[in-house]
C-alpha cells in the first residue's frame, strides 16, 4: 500500500502540474478576459451540474458495493453496479437534453452578469460541452468501482490525459476557433472514461444490459444520495453564487477566482485527496466488519496527516500568493492587473485549505457510517453563511473578499461536522489532535518567518522567479527540521499505520 500511496501522489502531482500548464496556456493565449470567462463557465456548468448527481451516485455506491461484495460476492454486486450505470444513462440523457435546451437560462444563472458577445459565446461552448456529462458519471461510477476493488492507480491516472486534451485544444482554438475549447472539453472527459477500460476489465467487470428502479439495493442507494445530492447542490450554489458576483465585480473575474482556486487545489488534490482516497475504502471495510474503534483511529489518523500536509502549505501559500501567481501566470496576456486580482483571491482562498479538507475527510466519516443528512444539514448553514459574508466582503475587499467567504464558510462546517462525529461516534483522541496542530502551527510559523525575510534577500541579488524558487525549497527543509526539533514523531507513527499493508 506504501508504493501504491506514492504512485497515486505521482500521478496527482503530475495530473496537477499538466492542470497548471493548462491554465498558464489559458492566460497565455486569453488572459482574464470575455474568452477565458465564457469558457470556465462552459467548463464548470456540466461538472458543476453533475457533480450534483455523480458525487451522489459514487458516495452511496461505494459502501453499498462494499458490502454487497463482502457479504454476498462478485456476482450480486456486479449486477448492483450495471443496474446503477444503466440507470445513470438514462439520467444523464435527461439531464444533457435539458441542459442544450436551456443554455442560455443556465447561464444567466451561472454568470448573470455575462453579456453580449461574452454571453452568446458561453451559450454555444455550453451548448456542446454538455455531451461530456456521459462520460464524467461513468468516470465518477467506475473510480468508485476500481477504488472498492483497491486498484488506485487507473483513477489517478486519468487527469493527466485529460489535461493534455485541454491544453492540445486551448492552442488550436487559437488558431481555428472558439468552439475547439468547447469540443475539447468533450473529448478530454471521453478520454478520462477510456483511461479506465482496460483496468475495469482487469478486475473482472462485464457490462450487462440491467435495469430494475425497484431493486432494493438501488432504493438504498437513493435513500443516500439525495441528502448528498442536495449537498453538493449547497456547494454548488456557493459556486454559483461567487461566480455570478465575480462576473459582475469586473471583467476577468470569473478567470481570476478561477486561476487563484486552481493553485490551491494541488495541495487538496495531490496529497488530500490522496489520503481521503486510500482511506475511504478502507473505513467501508472496518464499519461493514463492525469494527468502530479501528474505523475511528483510520480517521484520526487522517486528520493528523492532513494537518501535518496542509498547514504549511497555507503559510506559504499567503505569505508567497503574489509571487506564486508572476512566477506561473505573468506572461502573454496574463497581464499586472491580473496578477492583482488572482493573488489577492489566493491569498484568501489559502486561509480555508484546512478546513476545505478537513471537510472532506470528515464527510466521508459520515458516509461510511451511512449517514449522509449530516454533511447535507452543515453544508446548508455553510452557504447562508458564504452568502452573508459574499453580500459584506465583496464591496469591500472584490474578488477577494468572495474567496475570504467561501473559505470562512468551509472553516465553519468543518468545525460544525467535527463536533457533530464527536456527538455520534465518541472520541477519537481529540487531545492528541490539538496536540499536533499547535506543535505544527508553531513548525509552520518559523518556517513562515524565517522564509519571508530569506525571499526579501534574495530578491536583492537574484531574478524573482528563480528567489521564489530557492526559498521554498528552503521551506521544505525547514518546515522538516521544524518537525523533529518538535517532536512531532506521530508523523512516523502515522504513515505508517496508514499506508502500510493491511
Known amino acids: 500500500m506504501k508504493k501504491v500511496a506514492l504512485f497515486i501522489m505521482f500521478f496527482t502531482l503530475l495530473s496537477k502540474i499538466l492542470g497548471f500548464f493548462r491554465d498558464i496556456t489559458l492566460s497565455y493565449y486569453y488572459g482574464a478576459s470575455y474568452i477565458s470567462d465564457a469558457y470556465l463557465i462552459a467548463l464548470t456548468i456540466p461538472?458543476?451540474?453533475?457533480?450534483?448527481?455523480?458525487?451522489?451516485?459514487?458516495?452511496?455506491?461505494?459502501?453499498?458495493?462494499?458490502?454487497?461484495?463482502?457479504?454476498?460476492?462478485?456476482?450480486?454486486?456486479?449486477?448492483?453496479?450495471?443496474?446503477?450505470?444503466?440507470?445513470?444513462?438514462?439520467?444523464?440523457?435527461?439531464?444533457?437534453?435539458?441542459?442544450?435546451?436551456?443554455?442560455?437560462?443556465?447561464?444567466?444563472?451561472?454568470?448573470?452578469?455575462?453579456?453580449?458577445a461574452t454571453f452568446q459565446l458561453a451559450v454555444?461552448?455550453?451548448?456542446?460541452?454538455?455531451?461530456?456529462?456521459?462520460?464524467?458519471?461513468?468516470?465518477?461510477?467506475?473510480?468508485?468501482?476500481?477504488?472498492?476493488?483497491?486498484?488506485?492507480?487507473?483513477?489517478?491516472?486519468?487527469?493527466?490525459?485529460?489535461?493534455?486534451?485541454?491544453?492540445?485544444s486551448i492552442y488550436y482554438s487559437t488558431i481555428w476557433n472558439e468552439m475547439i475549447l468547447a469540443i475539447g472539453i468533450v473529448i478530454a472527459a471521453l478520454v478520462q472514461f477510456m483511461v479506465l477500460i482496460p483496468s475495469l476489465y482487469r478486475v473482472g467487470f462485464r457490462y450487462k444490459p440491467v435495469i430494475n428502479i425497484k431493486d432494493k439495493n438501488i432504493i438504498k442507494t437513493l435513500h443516500l444520495m439525495i441528502p448528498v445530492i442536495l449537498g453538493v447542490s449547497v456547494n454548488q450554489v456557493n459556486t454559483l453564487i461567487d461566480r455570478t458576483m465575480a462576473s459582475r465585480i469586473v471583467e476577468g473575474g470569473v478567470s481570476s477566482l478561477n486561476y487563484a482556486d486552481r493553485i490551491n487545489l494541488l495541495i487538496q488534490g495531490v496529497f488530500v485527496m490522496t489520503v481521503i482516497t486510500i482511506l475511504f475504502p478502507k473505513m467501508v471495510q472496518q464499519v461493514a466488519n463492525n469494527n468502530i474503534n479501528q474505523y475511528k483511529r483510520q480517521l484520526h489518523n487522517g486528520i493528523n496527516i492532513i494537518i501535518i500536509i496542509v498547514m504549511p502549505a497555507v503559510f506559504i501559500s499567503m505569505i508567497f500568493?503574489?509571487?506564486?501567481?508572476?512566477?506561473?501566470?505573468?506572461?502573454?496576456?496574463?497581464?499586472?492587473?491580473?496578477?492583482?486580482?488572482?493573488?489577492?483571491?489566493?491569498?484568501?482562498?489559502?486561509?480555508?485549505?484546512?478546513?476545505?479538507?478537513?471537510?472532506?475527510?470528515?464527510?466521508?466519516?459520515?458516509?461510511?457510517?451511512?449517514?449522509?443528512?449530516?454533511?447535507?444539514?452543515?453544508?446548508?448553514?455553510?452557504?447562508?453563511?458564504?452568502?452573508?459574508?459574499?453580500?459584506?466582503?465583496?464591496?469591500?475587499?472584490?474578488?477577494?473578499?468572495?474567496?475570504?467567504?467561501?473559505?470562512?464558510?468551509?472553516?465553519?462546517?468543518?468545525?460544525?461536522?467535527?463536533?457533530?462525529?464527536?456527538?455520534?461516534?465518541?472520541?477519537?483522541?481529540?487531545?492528541?489532535?490539538?496536540?499536533?496542530?499547535?506543535?505544527?502551527?508553531?513548525?509552520?510559523?518559523?518556517?513562515?518567518?524565517?522564509?519571508?525575510?530569506?525571499?526579501?534577500?534574495?530578491?536583492?541579488?537574484?531574478?524573482?522567479?528563480?528567489?521564489?524558487?530557492?526559498?521554498?525549497?528552503?521551506?521544505?527543509?525547514?518546515y522538516m527540521i521544524s518537525v523533529f526539533a518538535f517532536r512531532i514523531e506521530i508523523v512516523k507513527n502515522i504513515l505508517i499505520s496508514v499506508l502500510k499493508k493491511e
Do not use: W
Open 47 to 116: 461538472m458543476v451540474i453533475f457533480a450534483l448527481v455523480g458525487t451522489g451516485i459514487k458516495t452511496g455506491y461505494i459502501p453499498i458495493y462494499g458490502k454487497l461484495l463482502e457479504l454476498e460476492g462478485d456476482s450480486v454486486s456486479n449486477h448492483y453496479t450495471n443496474n446503477l450505470l444503466n440507470i445513470f444513462l438514462l439520467i444523464a440523457t435527461i439531464i444533457c437534453s435539458i441542459g442544450i435546451i436551456f443554455s442560455p437560462q443556465i447561464i444567466n444563472l451561472f454568470a448573470s452578469g455575462f453579456e453580449g
Open 124 to 168: 454555444k461552448l455550453t451548448r456542446v460541452s454538455f455531451v461530456s456529462i456521459y462520460f464524467i458519471g461513468l468516470v465518477y461510477i467506475f473510480s468508485g468501482y476500481l477504488q472498492t476493488k483497491k486498484n488506485f492507480l487507473a483513477p489517478s491516472l486519468i487527469g493527466i490525459p485529460m489535461n493534455a486534451v485541454y491544453i492540445l
Open 321 to 478: 500568493a503574489q509571487p506564486i501567481v508572476e512566477l506561473l501566470y505573468e506572461r502573454g496576456e496574463f497581464g499586472r492587473e491580473a496578477v492583482i486580482l488572482t493573488s489577492s483571491a489566493m491569498f484568501f482562498y489559502s486561509i480555508g485549505i484546512f478546513g476545505y479538507a478537513l471537510r472532506e475527510l470528515l464527510s466521508r466519516g459520515f458516509y461510511v457510517l451511512e449517514d449522509t443528512r449530516t454533511p447535507m444539514i452543515n453544508t446548508a448553514i455553510g452557504m447562508l453563511i458564504n452568502i452573508i459574508l459574499n453580500l459584506i466582503l465583496a464591496p469591500l475587499l472584490g474578488i477577494g473578499g468572495l474567496a475570504l467567504a467561501t473559505s470562512v464558510s468551509s472553516i465553519i462546517i468543518s468545525c460544525l461536522l467535527f463536533y457533530k462525529l464527536y456527538r455520534k461516534i465518541g472520541s477519537f483522541d481529540f487531545r492528541n489532535i490539538m496536540f499536533t496542530l499547535v506543535k505544527v502551527l508553531c513548525a509552520s510559523t518559523i518556517m513562515g518567518v524565517i522564509c519571508s525575510f530569506l525571499y526579501e534577500y534574495f530578491l536583492s541579488i537574484i531574478n524573482s522567479s528563480l528567489a521564489l524558487i530557492i526559498t521554498l525549497c528552503i521551506a521544505v527543509i525547514l
